[in-house]
């Protein structure tokens, strides 16, 4: 069941948008060769926690990380440790916080440092996707034609879009429906109305679109060990089209 959103659990999931961004920027500049993967998931703690906000990560699920930092060929869900960031490391940093009783979720790929032409190539590619994606979730369409919109352009430039992680639904829960696959045939799934609040995060790899999950349980790395990279928003839909709760004017995002 799909929980239509009041303008006002609207702004609330905004507000906690707003720190996530904060946070991201205070993690990207903290990127450097050098630099651990735990040392960006404190940074990330200690901004929304002196915001007001809790980690929406830490804890869920017994997910021990309070962000999750995706290096390389990892696709999604890598747990911040001891890595030692290298120049040229693609990485995904993804941040959700919750506060007040709602949660926010967003994510970005950056190089550490100037990266190779196809590592800035695919950041360049998964990104346009995002972006389409988010214009296709329009009152009336259907969940199939956004997930359509995201793979025929990933596709198209020669890239595959990872098929075992989804798009979800946001709010009082972290998860919540409807789940948004970054795939599908035009006009099926559920049809989009005012008021749902879900994520757009499509996945891209390199190379072939299969993943495998790591003993850890949690970190999934492509299966042919070529990059991956994920961007990701927070949408809600409105009468007027999709609004980007997580993208702000004076920020970078």
């Known amino acids: 069941m799909v929980h ?3 303008s006002r659990e609207i702004q609330k999931i905004r507000a906690s948008c707003r720190i996530a961004a904060e946070a991201l920027i205070k993690v990207t500049e903290a990127v450097a060769p050098g630099v651990t ?3 960006l998931d404190q940074v990330a703690e200690t901004y929304i926690r002196k915001r007001g906000g809790v980690p ?20 999604v869900h890598g747990i911040p440790g001891k890595r ?9 940093v993804d941040i959700a916080v919750k506060k007040e009783g709602y949660h926010g979720d967003m ?19 998964t990104r346009q996707a995002m972006e389409r994606g988010i214009r296709a979730a329009q009152v009336g369409e259907r969940m199939g034609d956004v997930g359509h919109a995201i793979q025929s352009f990933v596709e198209g430039q020669g890239f595959s879009i990872v098929r075992d992680f989804c798009g979800h639904g946001i709010g009082r829960a972290f998860h919540e429906e409807p ?4 795939f599908g045939r035009p006009h099926t799934g559920w049809k989009i109305e005012p008021g749902a609040v879900f994520t757009v995060e499509p996945m891209v790899n390199q190379g072939g679109p299969e993943v495998r999950v790591l003993d850890d349980d949690w970190t999934a790395v492509t299966l ?6 994920q961007f990701e928003h927070t949408v809600a839909v409105t ?15």
């Open 239 to 253: 009468p007027e089209g999709p609004k980007v709760l997580s993208r702000f004017e004076d920020l970078p995002f």
């Open 107 to 125: 994510n970005v790929s950056l190089i550490v440092g100037e990266g190779s032409p196809q590592a800035r190539r695919l950041l360049e590619v």
């Open 179 to 182: 789940q948004l696959l970054h």
């Open 56 to 75: 929406s990560a830490k804890g869920y699920k017994g997910y021990p990380g309070s962000i999750c930092i995706s290096v390389n060929d990892e696709v």
């Open 37 to 39: 993967t735990l040392r």
């Open 4 to 6: 239509l959103k009041s």
């Open 84 to 92: 030692v960031l290298q120049e040229g490391d693609l990485l995904s």
């Open 224 to 229: 042919d060990g070529s990059l991956s990279a």
